[in-house]
Each structure stands twice: as C-alpha cells, then as structure tokens.
T-cell receptor
Framework: NAGVTQTPKFQVLKTGQSMTLQCAQDMNHEYMSWYRQDPGMGLRLIHYSVGAGITDQGEVPNGYNVSRSTTEDFPLRLLSAAPSQTSVYFC???????????FGPGTRLTVT | GDSVTQMEGPVTLSEEAFLTINCTYTATGYPSLFWYVQYPGEGLQLLLKATKADDKGSNKGFEATYRKETTSFHLEKGSVQVSDSAVYFCALWMDSSYKLIFGSGTRLLVRP
C-alpha cells in the first residue's frame, strides 16, 4: 500500500512551458485535492474532486486544470507556467468528505 | 469567509519544555478541527482532530480541545522532544464547502 504518490519530486520550467504533475492513490479514496504551499501562507486549495468525473475549483484555481478519469489518478496541469506558480504542490486524498486527508510527499516546482 | 489564524513562529523551546501553539478560527457553521504536522522534506500528516464542541483530540502526547465559546483549538504538549521539531498546521473542515482550510503554520524548533 503506497498511499499517495506524486511525480516528479522536483521540476524546473521556463515561463510559458506546460507540464502535468501526477498524483495517484491506491486506497480507493473518493475525495482527492491539490494544494500549493507558499511561505507564510499555509496550504491553499487549487482544485478538488469528489469522485471520478467530478471536479471543482478551490481557492486559487487560475492557471491550473484538472481531470479525474479514474478513482486512482488526479493529475494537475499547468498550461502556460508563470513565475507566480513557483511553489510546493501537494496532492491529498480521503475516503470521504470529512475524513482524514492523506498527503503525498510533494512536488517542488520552480518557474524561471 | 471561513478562516484559521495561528500564532506566528518560529517557536523555540528547550527539550522537556511545555508547548502551546494557539489556533483560532472563524466559521459560519460547525466545523471539524484538525492539527497536521509537517516534518522537514515531507508531506503533512494528521496529528489529531476534534469533530464537535468540547471534544479533545490527542496523539503522541499532543492534545487540543475544541472550544466553541472562544473559537479556539490550541495545541499543547507537556514535554517536547527534539524529534517534535516540525511545522504545525491548524485546519478546519466544513462539510458545506468540501474544503480543508489551513492556517499559515507554526514552526517549532526544540533544542537539546
């Protein structure tokens, strides 16, 4: 049981490039979410999903897209990276809306 | 809107000292409250939680009591260890909004 896995661990992009951050969980959790962590600001919700085929926006969704075609996977896409998207990104999952969220190890993204 | 306010860090203590990290919240309903811990280079892990007023969450010697009258959920530990050095996040969950809202985090450094 690997829990929540994220790839890559580190990534450097140039402004305007696109990429996908991968997130997978093997716990059969319905709820998955993406957060970004910036110094002094805690974690802020980007997008979330309550099940396959269902996604919704969080607090800071601009510049990011998500889809949820399977229960296991919840990729986060940056279509045109900007320096303001330099951050650490965490994926999380839980078996229900008010249950404990399990976090992945994070992806550190730098946009130059 | 719903929000969480934590005391600013860093908090520096000597081993075996008493720890308090303050957390207060603003919410329109009756949230569930959580403390998460982030060790260096890792994702967040749930430390403890409380789902209704006057509940006390506890784990690994840490405790926090859900105080509705003061809208607080302060984290305490009677005797900290060097291994407790980490960043601690207070968070609230509202079923109505499907979102986990984090405070900005408090860094704890415990010296031998």
């Amino acid at each position: 049981n690997a829990g929540v896995t994220q790839t890559p661990k580190f990534q450097v992009l140039k402004t305007g490039q696109s990429m996908t951050l991968q997130c997978a969980q093997d716990m059969n959790h319905e709820y998955m979410s993406w957060y970004r962590q910036d110094p002094g600001m805690g974690l802020r919700l980007i997008h979330y999903s309550v099940g396959a085929g269902i996604t919704d926006q969080g607090e800071v969704p601009n510049g990011y897209n998500v889809s949820r075609s399977t229960t296991e996977d919840f990729p986060l896409r940056l279509l045109s990276a900007a320096p303001s998207q330099t951050s650490v990104y965490f994926c999380a999952s839980s078996r229900g809306l008010s249950y404990e969220q399990y976090f992945g190890p994070g992806t550190r993204l730098t946009v130059t | 809107g719903d929000s969480v306010t934590q005391m600013e860090g860093p908090v520096t203590l000597s081993e075996e000292a008493f720890l308090t990290i303050n957390c207060t919240y603003t919410a329109t309903g009756y949230p569930s409250l959580f403390w998460y811990v982030q060790y260096p280079g890792e994702g967040l892990q749930l430390l403890l939680k409380a789902t209704k007023a006057d509940d006390k969450g506890s784990n690994k010697g840490f405790e926090a009591t859900y105080r509705k009258e003061t809208t607080s959920f302060h984290l305490e530990k009677g005797s900290v260890q060097v291994s407790d050095s980490a960043v601690y996040f207070c968070a609230l969950w509202m079923d109505s909004s499907y979102k986990l809202i984090f405070g900005s985090g408090t860094r704890l450094l415990v010296r031998p």
